[in-house]
């Protein structure tokens, strides 16, 4: 028998994928904001965001994004992003190290890479990316929202698929996971469901 104790933990980040969100500035550059707060029902993707954020703000005027989804090796950059914010002056509500940063890009070391449906430009050195268009945005207390996209395009790099499918290879495929605000790698496979479309 377990022994259960009932807690009040800040987070409730019990291990998700990190995202970086691309999100179109006024200007038309580029923004860049990882994420660990999305999943997917079919086509459909719900994001977490802030409410008062750079990402939430540019979603609200222009409703398209990529979500760009990183390797297990590459929190770094991830680490570095999340001290950064686009809005200019640096809001009130951001932590005290939070400074403001023009070009995302150039502070993770990373390159823009043209999206094929939406405006906003894909991470060249992130393996996955969705680019999709937000169908709502729904504002939530505690300064948060949630963000409705419809996958538009998914690119994949190539060695992460399985040749001459649509399939991604799950044992090739190796996410960033955030877990109450550490970075971790998958384990080893422990089964494959029924629904599998990938056996080996």
Same mark, same amino acid.
């Given at each position: 028998?377990?022994?259960?104790?009932?807690?009040?933990?800040?987070?409730?980040?019990?291990? *998700?994928?990190?995202?970086?969100?691309?999100?179109?500035? %006024?200007?038309?550059?580029?923004?860049?904001?990882?994420?660990?707060?999305?999943?997917?029902?079919?086509?459909?993707?719900?994001?977490?965001?802030? $409410?008062?954020?750079?990402?939430?703000?540019?979603?609200?005027?222009?409703?398209?994004?990529?979500?760009?989804?990183?390797?297990?090796?590459?929190?770094? !950059?991830?680490?570095?992003?999340?001290?950064?914010?686009?809005?200019?002056?640096? !809001? #009130?509500? =951001?932590?005290? @190290?939070?400074?403001?940063?023009?070009? =995302?890009?150039?502070? %993770?070391?990373?390159?823009?890479?043209?999206? *094929?449906?939406?405006?906003?430009?894909?991470?060249?050195?992130?393996?996955?990316?969705?680019? #999709? /268009?937000? *169908?709502?945005?729904?504002?939530?207390?505690?300064?948060?929202?949630? %963000?409705?996209?419809?996958?538009?395009?998914?690119?994949?790099? $190539?060695?992460?698929?399985?040749?001459?499918?649509?399939?991604? @290879?799950?044992?090739?495929?190796? !996410?960033?996971?955030?877990?109450?605000?550490?970075?971790?790698?998958?384990?080893?496979?422990?089964?494959?469901?029924? /629904? %599998?479309?990938?056996?080996?």
């Amino acid at each position: 028998m377990r022994a259960h104790r009932t807690i009040t933990p800040s987070v409730l980040y019990f291990g *998700t994928p990190v995202a970086v969100v691309s999100s179109s500035n %006024a200007d038309g550059s580029t923004n860049l904001a990882p994420i660990s707060s999305f999943w997917a029902l079919g086509n459909l993707l719900v994001i977490g965001l802030g $409410a008062t954020g750079h990402t939430a703000a540019n979603l609200r005027q222009r409703p398209q994004l990529v979500l760009n989804l990183p390797e297990e090796h590459q929190w770094e !950059p991830i680490e570095r992003l999340g001290r950064l914010t686009g809005a200019h002056p640096v !809001p #009130a509500d =951001k932590p005290a @190290d939070t400074r403001h940063a023009a070009d =995302k890009f150039a502070a %993770a070391g990373w390159s823009p890479l043209a999206a *094929t449906t939406v405006a906003p430009a894909r991470v060249a050195e992130l393996a996955v990316h969705l680019e #999709a /268009r937000v *169908t709502a945005l729904h504002e939530e207390t505690g300064g948060l929202a949630v %963000a409705h996209a419809r996958c538009s395009a998914v690119h994949v790099d $190539a060695p992460l698929t399985v040749a001459g499918t649509s399939h991604v @290879d799950p044992l090739a495929w190796r !996410p960033l996971i955030y877990s109450f605000r550490h970075y971790f790698a998958l384990g080893r496979r422990r089964g494959i469901a029924g /629904r %599998a479309e990938t056996q080996h």
